[in-house]
């Protein structure tokens, strides 16, 4: 079953709008929520992450809204611009044996910003 | 330049061949994973080693082995490969919370 859900599967909007991508997840272990961009092509890149001890972090046009209680979190791309077209995924990570940690990953979301 | 680097970037094998993907870090981290990344399911992971000496299973380990043959170098092999293993492969290694991903193997069994 899938752990963290995501949606859109793909959204499409105009140069200088705003783009909102939406996560949820099930299992309370989790404690830190990243979102990664992936180009087509590459692996996937760090874009912002979040603790869920904080409700919002914003790094230049990039937003993420954590919501604890109802398990969701989000990412808001304002002033979206073509460059911002790529693949985003949400993941949640937690600890696993070994001192290692797990990374679970959203299904993606496939965005295009139109010029 | 530092990161995570696979070989090979593609290869096409034949039902019941078998094959190992090589993956190598530099930046001197601990952990190193294997994932597959597959339309619309996002990336999944099929073995995780937590440092060097310890391998273990993650969400979908079946048809595959892998080997932390050193600090550096992590390899996935799949013994006899099924079209079902047509998939993008990606390593990754991590420090703190921090992973960073090679830039893939395109696997393509017919």
């Known amino acids: 079953q899938q752990q963290v859900k995501q949606s859109p599967q793909s959204l499409i909007v105009q140069k200088g709008g705003i783009s909102i991508i939406n996560c949820a997840y099930e299992?309370?272990?989790?404690?830190?929520f990243p979102w990664y961009q992936q180009f087509p092509g590459k692996g996937p890149a760090l874009l912002i992450a979040?603790?869920?001890?904080?409700s919002e972090k914003k790094e230049g046009r990039f937003t993420i809204s954590f919501n604890k209680s109802a398990k969701q979190f989000s990412l808001h791309i304002m002033d979206s611009q073509p460059g911002d077209s790529a693949t985003y995924f949400c993941a949640a990570s937690r600890e696993a044996s070994g001192s290692a940690r797990q990374l679970t990953f959203g299904s993606g979301t496939q965005l295009t910003v139109l010029p | 330049n530092a990161g995570v680097t696979q070989t090979p970037k593609f290869q096409v094998l034949k039902t019941g061949q078998s094959m190992t993907l090589q993956c190598a870090q530099d930046?001197?981290?601990?952990?190193m994973y294997w994932y597959r990344q597959d339309p619309g399911m996002g990336l999944r992971l099929i073995y995780y080693s937590a440092s060097e000496g310890t391998t273990d299973k993650g969400e979908v380990p079946n048809g595959y082995n892998v080997s932390r043959l050193n600090k550096r170098e992590f390899s996935l092999r799949l013994e006899s490969a099924a079209p079902s293993q047509t998939s993008v492969y990606f390593c990754?290694?991590?420090?703190?919370?921090?992973?960073?991903f090679g830039s893939g193997t395109r696997l393509t069994v017919v």
């Open positions: 979040i603790r869920p001890d904080v």
């Open positions: 990754a290694s991590r420090q703190g919370y921090g992973y960073t």
């Open positions: 930046m001197n981290h601990n952990s």
């Open positions: 299992n309370t272990a989790f404690d830190y």
